[in-house]
């Protein structure tokens, strides 16, 4: 059946990020579609909340406290998943910052934290759960990219959030091609201008959220619970023939 190739029952998945914003709500996806879920975030408040929701839909659910700018706590992550489930089936690099400012005023503190959690944490996460899925010849990886990694956003200047973005892009193409031979499918998503609670002050200013919706077809932003289809569906066999493929949710807003 087609909506069998969908079903993740009884896979067991890691969310970095996943306390909170969109990766609340790739774990809670994830756990709906039958997924055992690691929730690998940085926040002690927030991380186990997501956990007693998923243990509430009936799935098993831990918390590992993690820093993706650590390879030591990026190794615990996976030690400790290994520990209470015994394999790793897919990951989702979800982690990632963003910090506003114009070029020539970046400081080298913000330009590097930026590089260090969305390109190098999420390079280091695939790295350490990579190894595992080459050893059992299986897994996918899937990488939270962003249209900013396509186009540059307007009106405000993230010239590093937009080079991870871009190079995340690329790395998960990269990635792709060299363990597309253990049977690692590795794709990532690009969303676009979704309204998490974060966003949603700049969607209300007409001078940031103005500019925002005129660039976007369809009018509207994205609702986080929007992603989570396409999550489930590059976790599953239901994508079975792709691989480094970038699924852009965004409203169009890069057709134009």
């Avoid at 999420?122 to 939270?144: D, P, S, T």
């Avoid at 010239?159 to 590795?186: C, D, Q």
């Avoid at 209300?204 to 500019?211: E, Q, T």
């Amino acid at each position: 059946m087609v909506l069998d190739k969908f079903s993740l029952q009884q896979q067991v998945g890691i969310v970095t990020g996943g306390g909170q914003g969109l990766g609340k709500v790739f774990c809670h996806a994830f756990a709906e579609a039958g997924a055992n879920v690691v929730v690998a975030e940085k926040n002690p408040e927030t991380g186990p909340t997501t956990v007693r929701e998923i243990v509430a839909r009936g799935r098993r659910s831990i918390f590992v406290e993690t820093d993706v700018c650590r390879k030591a706590s990026i190794q615990a992550m996976v030690e400790r998943t290994l520990d209470e489930f015994g394999r790793i089936d897919f990951l989702m690099n979800n982690a990632g910052i963003t910090i506003w400012g114009p070029a020539e005023d970046v400081s080298e503190d913000d330009w590097r934290q930026v590089i260090d959690v969305n390109l190098n944490g999420l390079f280091f996460c695939a790295q350490a759960v990579g190894k595992h899925m080459i050893e059992r010849r299986c897994g996918r990886i899937i990488n939270i990219a962003s249209m900013s990694g396509l186009i540059v956003n307007r009106p405000q200047a993230q010239a590093s959030y937009n080079t991870t973005k871009a190079a995340v892009i690329n790395l998960t193409k990269s990635l792709a091609a060299e363990w597309a031979p253990h049977n690692i499918r590795v794709n990532a998503i690009a969303p676009g201008y979704m309204s998490t609670p974060m966003a949603q002050p700049f969607f209300d200013d007409p001078a940031m959220g103005g500019i925002w919706m005129d660039g976007i077809p369809m009018k509207r932003p994205g609702q986080p619970e929007e992603l989570g289809p396409a999550a489930v569906f590059l976790a599953s066999e239901a994508s079975s023939y792709m691989t480094g493929t970038v699924l852009v949710i965004d409203g169009g807003y890069t057709i134009w």
